[in-house]
């Protein structure tokens, strides 16, 4: 068997898509986007054509080696989530081609099923009550949300005091059975970070998400060691060598690598287990299509540490097209009583519907994150 064709669809609300066709008729699908960057990650894709066609699609290993190493260049997020969409699409081929679905390949399920959560809120974490009762009402058990909007490196407490108010509101209104997952998403800098994780405590958050931007490892440990709440990162690490000192500093219980970023299902399996050594939670980061969001349920299905998957169903993102537009009626991802189904079917066990996804593509999207300044007009972390 032989790669023939690579074909992307950059489709709303803001995904791009991946077709890899083989001369025997099989073909596979994989997410390889970077929010905001749909465009980029084509060209990426176009360019390793050269390097793909005529390739065996079978040899996932040695075409990841490949791609990853070939050149002076290595890592990083646009090279990888070009490789995660590739890999997701090759093992998206094996699975059909051994009628299996990819974590039976990968040596079978620990679970039939994962527990999952929503976004609520949108980027200003506005109606948080309203909209975190309304999961309950749909059988959800856990939410995520930001906690604040624009926040100085230093801020006032009247600032850090509205915050608090509203999540203890929400814990309030919503009570224990619900668990909430706080995203600062970067806004938030070491000085308020370790006032807000303090603060924070009592309400006994799952997680917070991204405490300080990634880069800041160092700090993060230190943050860690002072608090109760478990720290997680990873959505924006992209290999296995970006999450070691994570692990070595211990700067978080919690690891959420995207597979649409992190190198595809063969990396995130390798760094759920390599999180596993170190007894870390693995709680795969997805807010993205049904492609990247079937590919890291075959992650679920062989990573014994992953407890949480997070999903797109309905985030504000979402307003023109949502997961199950791009699935045949019956061939999507199913949610019951919180939890997602692990994929039975072969490859990721999805069926792309491919007349909606040409007649998407036609539209097309320019998704672009929001350009956000603080009162003294200097940049803020969006």
């Not at 609520?120 to 009550?129: A, M, P």
């Not at 209104?173 to 000085?191: E, I, N, Q, Y």
Request: charge should be negative; glycine fraction near 10%; charged fraction near 25%.
């Amino acid at each position: 068997m032989k790669i023939t064709a690579l074909r992307t669809y950059v489709v709303p609300p803001r995904w791009l898509f991946l077709k890899v066709e083989t001369d025997e008729g099989l073909a596979g699908w994989g997410e390889p986007v970077l929010e905001g960057h749909a465009e980029t990650l084509a060209a990426k894709i176009a360019e390793l054509e050269d390097f793909l066609i005529g390739a065996d699609p079978m040899r996932i290993e040695d075409i990841w080696q490949m791609l990853y190493r070939n050149g002076c260049y290595r890592g990083g997020p646009v090279l990888m989530s070009a490789l995660s969409g590739i890999d997701m699409a090759l093992w998206d081929i094996k699975g059909k081609h051994l009628g299996a679905p990819v974590h039976s390949v990968l040596g079978g399920p620990v679970r039939d099923k994962v527990r999952t959560y929503c976004w609520v809120g949108g980027d200003r974490s506005e109606n948080l009550i309203e909209g975190v009762k309304g999961l309950q009402a749909q059988g959800y058990t856990a939410a995520k949300m930001n906690i604040c909007e624009e926040l100085q490196i230093v801020d006032s407490y009247a600032k850090v005091d509205g915050i608090v108010k509203k999540l203890f509101e929400l814990r309030e209104a919503v009570g224990t059975s619900m668990d909430l997952a706080f995203d600062f998403h970067g806004r938030v800098h070491g000085p308020m970070a370790k006032v807000l994780l303090r603060e924070l405590e009592p309400i006994r958050p799952m997680f917070v998400e991204d405490a300080v931007v990634s880069t800041q490892i160092d700090l993060m440990a230190d943050l860690a060691a002072g608090t109760s709440i478990p720290l997680t990162v990873g959505e924006r690490l992209h290999s296995r060598y970006d999450f070691k000192p994570v692990f070595e500093k211990r700067a978080a219980s919690i690891v959420n690598p995207d597979t649409a970023h992190v190198g595809g299902i063969s990396e995130m399996v390798r760094i759920g287990h390599m999180a596993e050594a170190y007894d870390v939670a693995l709680a795969p980061h997805c807010p993205l299509g049904p492609i990247a969001l079937a590919a890291c349920l075959q992650v679920d299905a062989v990573c014994y540490n992953a407890f949480i998957q997070e999903q797109s169903l309905g985030i504000h993102y979402n307003s023109t097209s949502d997961l199950g537009d791009y699935t045949t009626p019956g061939n999507g991802l199913r949610v019951e009583d919180g939890f997602l189904a692990i994929p039975t079917g072969p490859g990721l066990g999805i069926e792309v519907d491919e007349a909606v996804v040409e007649k998407a593509a036609a539209q097309g999207h320019r998704w672009r994150a929001p350009v956000w300044r603080h009162e003294d007009g200097s940049i803020s972390e969006w």
